[in-house]
């Protein structure tokens, strides 16, 4: 198993940017496709980001696509999620993910962080 620790929310007015850190433990993180989920207050978790083992593939959502970027970096054991051009919508609480695969459609992660807030005011 990995234990991951998500890092870097805060407040943030609209139009700024903000980013988030997700570290894992053990030596095996490389084996494990990383993923970025959010959840407003009255929503159900969505995705937002997913990038593969070795960083090769990314996804997004449509929502997200344009402003934020997702990348690792398998010595730190670390997954990033950089946000720019924030907007309200955008404030959920913020979980990070290992699973086998990072594919969207068929994706299902067995390992979650604790989650990390993150607000967008107007």
């Known amino acids: 198993q990995v234990q991951l620790v998500e890092s870097g929310g805060g407040l943030v007015q609209a139009g700024g940017s903000l980013g988030l850190s997700c570290a894992g433990s053990g030596r095996t993180f490389s084996t494990y496709a990383m993923a970025w989920f959010r959840q407003a207050p009255g929503k159900e978790r969505e995705f937002v980001a997913s990038?593969?083992?070795?960083?090769?593939?990314?996804y997004y959502a449509d929502s997200v696509k344009a402003r934020f970027t997702i990348s690792r970096d398998n010595a730190k054991n670390t997954v990033y999620l950089q946000m720019n051009s924030l907007k309200p919508e955008d404030t959920a609480v913020y979980y990070c993910?290992?699973?086998?695969?990072?594919?969207?459609?068929?994706?299902?992660?067995?390992?979650w962080g604790q989650g990390t807030q993150v607000t967008v005011s107007s």
């Open positions: 993910a290992a699973g086998p695969s990072a594919v969207p459609r068929f994706s299902r992660y067995d390992y």
């Open positions: 990038i593969s083992r070795s960083g090769g593939s990314t």
